[in-house]
Structure formats: C-alpha cells, structure tokens
C-alpha cells in the first residue's frame, strides 16, 4: 500500500464515522411536531404549578417554571422619562440611563463591566461580594454621567433587569431559585436579590437611588419591541408583538397570558388583578430548562457527557443544546472522542499530548464555530486560521471538512430546536388567529440569534417544517430588540 492509499483510506474512515455522528444530530419534522406538543404540555402544567421549579419532583411532573413577572401591561411608545437600568446576565454587569422619548425611541448611556474572575469562579465568593461590586460601579457610573441628580431628596428610580431564575412575588421582589451561565453564589439562592442589591447602593451613599422593578432580559427584549413598534406596522400589515426571547450565553423567552389562566398565582391576587381591570401577565418561561428529564429532547453520548461534567448548571437540558455557551463545547467534545478513537489529530497520541486549550472545557467559542461555519474557500483556510488561532492547533483538509460537517450540524440542531418554543407559544395563544391577516412579531436578542451566520435562517425552516407549517412561518416577523435589557428595565420602572 502507497503513502497515498493510506493516508486517503484513514481520511475515508474519519469522514465515514463523522457522517454517522451527524446523523445523531440531525432533528426532523416529527420531531419538532413531538416537541412542540410537549413544550405546550410542559406550560400548562406549570401555569398551574405553584411554586416556580420546573422538571420532575417527588415524581410528580412540575412543567416548565412560568414565572409571574408582575408586568401586566405593554408599552405604546408614548412614554417618557428618565430611568436607571441594571442588567446583569452571562459574563457582563451593565449600568445605564434611559431617556424614553415619548416617540417609540430612547436614548441610552451605559457602562459594562465585565465579572471579575473572583465572582464568576471563586468558591469563597458571597452576596455582599457580588452586589457590592454591582453597587461599586453604579456609583461610578452615576458619578461620572449624572452626578448633577445625586441628591438625597431627588430619588431615582432603577429597574433591575437580573437574567437568572427568580420566584417573583411582586414587581420589585423576587428570591434567586438557581444560577446559570456560569455564576456560582451559593449563599444569594433563595434571598431577595432587589433587597441585596437595595442594601449594597445604601452602603456605598447612594439612598436616593430606588430599586423598584425586577426583571430579567426576556421581558425585557418584549417590552423594548412593544414599546419601538406600538401597535401596528406599516405597509397594510397588523403585526402584534408576542413574544421576547433570548439565544445567546443563555436562552429563554417570556409572552403575555391571560391571568385567569395562571392558576399559580394565589386566588385573592388573581382576583385582584381581575378586579383592577389587568387581563395579562407576562410569564418567563425559563425553557432552558424545557425537558430536564430528557423524554422528547434528541440527545447524544455527547450532551450527555456534557450535562454530568458541568455541574454548576445540572439539568438545563434544552439550553445545553442550544445556546452559545455549549455549541462550542460540545464540537470540543466530540473531537475529544475522535482523538480518542485515533480518527483525527493522529499526531498527538495521547490525550495528554492534545493542545490545553483543546482539552479544556469551554475554550472554543460559538464565534470560531461562525467562522467555519460559513468557509467556501477550496482548502477552507478560514477554518484552519480559526483552529490554529483558537486552539493552537494544526489540521489537515480531511479533518477540517470532517470539522466543518460537525459544526453544521450542530449550529443546525440548535437553531432547530430554537424554533419549538417560538411555535409552541403560537400555538397555545392562538396568535396567528387573533386577527384576520394578523401577523405577529417577535423581539429577540443575544449573540447567538444576531450574529450567527444562518441562524435565523434555519429557525424558519424549522417553523415551517413543524406543526405552524409554511402560513404560519410566513405570517412569524423577527425583529431585533437593541439594548432590551436597558430599556426594558426602564420601561419596568416607569410603571413601578
């Protein structure tokens, strides 16, 4: 046998057994039919569940959290002020100050700041440490762009947009359930993150600033859209927004429901809000956790190692698969496997021997995967740029293509699965049926969903595969939210 034989037999086999793998990937129209009928299951059941868990307890299918937010009402665009927003979600901590135009525009200053390590990581870390460094830089920002309405009897409200599970009780109270994304403070679950928050701008002299509204980023992509679009679209089309949705670090989604419907929600409240004239709420969902107990979700031996090694985020089934924090990791994975089974980087002939940064979690980010993604070149030398630049790591042309199906099929399977809330909450609102030649609208922010090459693209294929079929894919507009999470929680504090 040739050099060439050889080496051309071993490059066959990688990209025979790459194909096999990608199968596994692949999601087809049943599937989204199946899935979609699930997840709507899954938002009944928790819309009556009391309590804000989500997946099975004690045996008992508890559904999807759907959370209360308190928000009963959507912006116009007519409204106007001056607002303080906090946002913290993923790896990043914004201050900012809306003005709200009364025009369906705003106008927007903020700082971002990254978490420190030490937060993020350190197994030392507490609530005092966190919220104080979040108070720390609201007096800087204040100090630096308004420092002409530090008064103590000029109070200012902020709305507090916090993108992690909270039981909410009111609009400006809610106790952390669990983190995600990364975060890991142990002794903040089940405290009141407003009052954490609260007690910490007290500390560092900042009273005249109130906390008065708790939101997360997915009501606030839907209040941002409301409030941009108001009602109507032009050109002839009615088109209502729906929902808000997030796929980026993370992902989850928020819609309004019909407060009879939330049977979670005490009696003597929901009769309130009956009696007050309220006919809607926004719920967050929190569907990253959509089928925790793995009954409809395709999976493979990959997601699988995935779930039992990163622990801080046990469960979280459905945002494993699809939001950018885990694309990467799981194409890390699975060359991690090929290596193992001498199929690719044959170089390196112990698991030891591969590059750090190939055989540490989470060092391949969604941003090389877009890269590859989209490389036509005859040699796909973007591809081998990404891997030599991300991971240090030489590659051949067979195991570059074997690469680039892998992540197609992965970012595929993703933005597929993507579409299954989007038609699932269609569907159970009767939104495409409210009007006739109604059309609706979704707000939607994240790195994910914006930036990824396709991947709104793949989302509408999906819509018209599942059970909305082609109509009512063509009837589903995606417009992005800008900012949502500051103008969303300044929107919040508007009504508080």
């Known amino acids: 046998m040739s050099f060439e034989s050889f080496h051309k037999a071993n490059d066959d086999r990688l990209l025979s057994e790459v194909a096999d793998i990608c199968k596994q990937f692949e999601v087809g129209a049943d599937q989204l039919r199946e899935m979609t009928s699930y997840f709507i299951q899954q938002m009944e059941i928790g819309l009556r569940n009391t309590n804000n868990n989500e997946g099975s307890i004690n045996g008992n299918n508890a559904g999807l959290a759907m959370i209360p937010s308190y928000v009963t009402s959507k912006p116009n665009g007519s409204e106007e002020g001056l607002f303080m927003a906090a946002v913290l979600g993923g790896m990043n901590f914004r201050i900012c100050s809306v003005t709200l135009n009364g025009d369906h525009t705003f106008a927007i200053k903020q700082a971002k700041t990254r978490?420190?390590?030490?937060?993020?990581?350190?197994?030392?870390?507490?609530?005092?440490?966190?919220?104080?460094?979040?108070?720390?830089?609201?007096?800087?920002?204040?100090?630096?762009?308004?420092?002409?309405?530090?008064?103590?009897?000029?109070?200012?409200?902020?709305?507090?947009?916090?993108?992690?599970?909270?039981?909410?009780?009111?609009?400006?109270?809610?106790?952390?359930?669990?983190?995600?994304?990364?975060?890991?403070?142990?002794?903040?679950?089940?405290?009141?993150?407003?009052?954490?928050?609260?007690?910490?701008?007290?500390?560092?002299?900042l009273n005249m600033v109130n906390v008065v509204a708790l939101t997360n980023d997915t009501i606030g992509t839907f209040l941002s859209l409301c409030y941009a679009q108001g009602g109507a679209q032009g050109d002839g089309e009615i088109s209502e927004p729906v929902i808000g949705c997030i796929f980026g670090t993370g992902t989850n989604g928020c819609y309004m429901e019909r407060i009879e419907n939330i049977k979670k929600l005490p009696d003597y409240?929901?009769?309130?809000?009956?009696?007050?004239?309220?006919?809607?709420?926004?719920?967050?969902?929190?569907?990253?956790?959509?089928?925790?107990?793995?009954?409809?979700?395709?999976?493979?031996?990959?997601?699988?190692?995935?779930?039992e090694k990163f622990a801080v985020n046990h469960g979280q089934l459905f945002e494993k698969r699809v939001s950018g924090m885990f694309l990467g990791e799981i194409l890390r994975n699975v060359l991690v496997d090929l290596h193992a089974r001498r199929l690719i980087l044959t170089q390196f002939r112990k698991f030891e021997q591969l590059p750090h940064r190939l055989k540490t979690p989470f060092q391949l980010s969604s941003e090389v995967l877009a890269r590859i993604e989209i490389d036509d070149s005859s040699t796909l030398r973007e591809t081998e740029l990404s891997f030599l630049q991300s991971l240090r790591l030489p590659t051949t042309l067979a195991e570059r293509r074997a690469i680039q199906s892998l992540v197609r099929v992965i970012s595929r399977r993703s933005a597929y699965l993507a579409s299954v809330p989007i038609a699932a909450i269609l569907i159970k609102t009767g939104a495409l049926n409210r009007r006739y030649h109604g059309e609706v609208t979704i707000g939607y922010d994240g790195s994910i969903i914006e930036l990824y090459p396709g991947y709104k693209s793949m989302m509408r294929q999906a819509l018209a595969m599942g059970p909305l079929g082609d109509e009512g894919e063509r009837k589903t507009h995606f417009v992005h939210s800008k900012d949502s999470g500051s103008a969303g929680g300044a929107l919040c504090a508007l009504v508080a």
């Open 269 to 307: 409240v929901r009769e309130r809000l009956i009696h007050e004239g309220k006919t809607e709420m926004c719920i967050n969902l929190e569907w990253g956790s959509f089928d925790n107990d793995n009954k409809v979700l395709p999976t493979t031996k990959y997601d699988i190692d995935i779930d």
């Open 115 to 205: 978490i420190p390590d030490y937060l993020m990581e350190g197994a030392d870390a507490t609530s005092d440490d966190l919220f104080g460094f979040l108070a720390r830089r609201t007096a800087a920002f204040i100090s630096k762009f308004h420092s002409d309405i530090m008064k103590p009897d000029t109070p200012l409200k902020l709305g507090f947009t916090f993108s992690y599970p909270v039981d909410q009780e009111s609009l400006n109270s809610g106790t952390l359930i669990r983190w995600t994304k990364g975060l890991n403070i142990p002794d903040t679950v089940g405290k009141d993150v407003v009052q954490l928050y609260q007690e910490q701008l007290t500390l560092v002299g």
